[in-house]
């Protein structure tokens, strides 16, 4: 058994134990709002994430709205707006902390939410109820809209879509969990100019969205460059993967490679909000940490924020909200490392697509055909924001609102025929294709064991195609061996920009990596003759 298989199946145990662990951090999340961990100065207020010009989750979800007052005060929440409220929604006290779930509100607006007690009150105006997602990973999901290709055309943009509202977390690390935000970056507000400095993945993505469903949409960005998957998930989550915690405090200067401390410091804090979803880009620091353990951890993080939010919203936020990611781009040209290849694959728990059994409601991005050779933030960076956007787009609609016949995954083979002179590979819809020569590998072996990336390795050039079907050559194995594996753009930088050998054939998604080890293979796929 590999290590990937043995993350994989450590995964796979440990998430038999999340009804039982569910139970037991549940006291720990709601103890997220525990007086001892919060710094009140004794005035009425908001937590540090609401404000004017915010959204709030709509129906049939009910927001959750939390602050502080002066000890043992009666606090009372009134909203105005389109829509009353049947009755004033009940208020609970611990001490310093008020807390509230309103009644469903209908997306729209513009609302007024007060708190008042005794002789303080504190307002938020033009407050709208629509969808929240959240937006987090590292550099990718950091890079600006200034930054993007048609930046100052995107920008001008903005103020034609007032209905889609944007927030930004400062940077900030803590060695245990907080209750609220050190910082506010980007307060809540009315798209202008100021998206110049958002995320640009973020923003185009709510932008799509919202031109889709044509009602309010709030975007919360948390995100930090150069930061490993384990930073964003909590304790809890490591210790499934057989991750141990970090102590030392090197967290003071970078938060690379010390796990849970952005967790701590810019998630934890949001879980008492209520969200409809969240998107994801990150995957490029954990090549060269933690690699081979990125099946399991990933997927876990994503299983532990889901409960985590659904217990800090006090049920609110669905405990399998979707989670969409962005399969990383390229890097390198030229390189013959697999570290990009193994966390592509990793980023899908080691099944090449998504939704699988180990990653149900979520949706990818393929991003593996939009490099950027000349990008000035240097090729990890592409600046093709718009076509990654578009893409979560379409598995949002799919996966997070259920919309049919919405095509969202790029083609996948459901069958492998092999022969003597030539592979035969069956996909789950009809391909567009065009030639080449290298896309595709064959491990050539003398065992029968599964290949690695040490195997040897052999180009098999598409010799012809159907609707649904690829045929490649086969017969380059020496006649002592046979063919024991396939993979298919299994490179840093399989091909230029929009032009892998293989898509849907609508030509907008791509095929995605993968790799299929005929002794290995699941569910029978490898047919030989």
Not at 75 to 99: A, E, H, Y
Not at 197 to 207: E, I, K, P, T, Y
Not at 220 to 227: A, D, F, P, Q
Not at 265 to 286: D, F
């Amino acid at each position: 058994m590999t290590a990937s298989d043995r993350a994989v199946q450590l995964f796979i145990t440990a998430g038999c134990l999340l009804t039982v662990l569910m139970a037991l951090t549940l006291c720990a999340i709601f103890l997220g709002l525990s007086v001892g961990s919060v710094h009140s100065d004794g005035n009425l207020r908001f937590a540090s994430y609401y404000g004017d010009h915010m959204v709030l989750q709509k129906s049939p979800e009910r927001a959750v709205l939390w602050g502080y007052c002066p000890e043992g005060a009666q606090v009372t929440v009134f909203l105005s707006g389109p829509t009353k409220q049947k009755s004033p929604p009940t208020v609970n006290v611990t001490k310093v902390i008020w807390r509230v779930t309103l009644d469903p509100v209908e997306a729209g607006g513009p609302y007024n939410v007060t708190v008042a007690a005794q002789k303080s009150t504190a307002t938020l105006t033009d407050v709208l109820f629509g969808d929240v997602w959240l937006c987090g990973g590292q550099s990718n999901m950091y890079f600006k809209m200034s930054q993007i290709f048609n930046a100052s055309q995107e920008i001008a943009l903005a103020e034609k879509y007032p209905h889609v509202r944007t927030f930004m977390a400062a940077l900030n690390q803590s060695e245990s969990e907080l209750t609220d935000l050190i910082q506010v970056e980007l307060p809540w507000s009315v798209p202008s100019a100021n998206v110049a400095q958002f995320s640009a993945v973020c923003w185009l993505f709510g932008r799509y969205m919202y031109e889709n469903l044509k009602y309010p949409i709030g975007l919360v960005e948390s995100c930090w460059g150069g930061t490993p998957v384990e930073a964003w998930s909590s304790s809890r989550a490591l210790q499934r993967c057989g991750l141990e915690q970090t102590n030392d405090s090197s967290y003071l200067i970078s938060p690379k490679d010390r796990n849970s401390v952005l967790w701590n410091a810019m998630i934890h804090p949001l879980l008492n909000m209520t969200v409809k979803g969240a998107i994801w880009y990150q995957g490029e620091a954990n090549v060269d940490y933690h690699q081979e353990q990125y099946n399991c951890s990933f997927p876990a993080m994503i299983n532990d924020w889901r409960m985590a939010f659904h217990q800090g919203s006090g049920g609110e936020t669905a405990l399998d909200f979707p989670f969409g990611f962005v399969q990383l781009s390229t890097y390198r040209k030229g390189s013959t490392d697999d570290g990009f290849p193994n966390i592509r694959w990793h980023q899908t728990a080691d099944t090449g697509f998504v939704p699988n059994h180990h990653m149900q409601k979520t949706f990818m991005a393929v991003a593996v055909d939009l490099p950027d050779a000349t990008s000035p933030y240097g090729t990890i960076h592409p600046r093709d924001k718009q076509d990654v956007a578009y893409r979560l787009t379409l598995g949002a609609r799919a996966v997070a609102y259920n919309e049919k016949d919405v095509p969202f995954k790029g083609p996948f083979p459901k069958q492998i025929l092999a022969t003597q002179t030539y592979i035969n590979l069956t996909y789950d819809q009809d391909v567009s294709v065009t030639p080449s020569k290298d896309i595709f590998h064959i491990c050539c072996s003398g065992i029968r064991a599964p290949c690695g990336p040490k195997s040897r390795w052999v180009p098999a050039p598409i010799m012809h195609w159907g609707s649904t079907t690829v045929r490649l050559y086969s017969n380059l194995c020496p006649p002592t061996e046979e063919v024991a594996a396939l993979r298919y753009a299994w490179r840093d930088w399989p091909c230029d920009f929009k032009a892998c050998p293989i898509y849907g054939t609508s030509g907008i998604l791509p095929a995605p990596p993968f790799i299929s080890n005929r002794y290995l293979a699941k569910g029978n796929i490898w047919k030989i003759y």
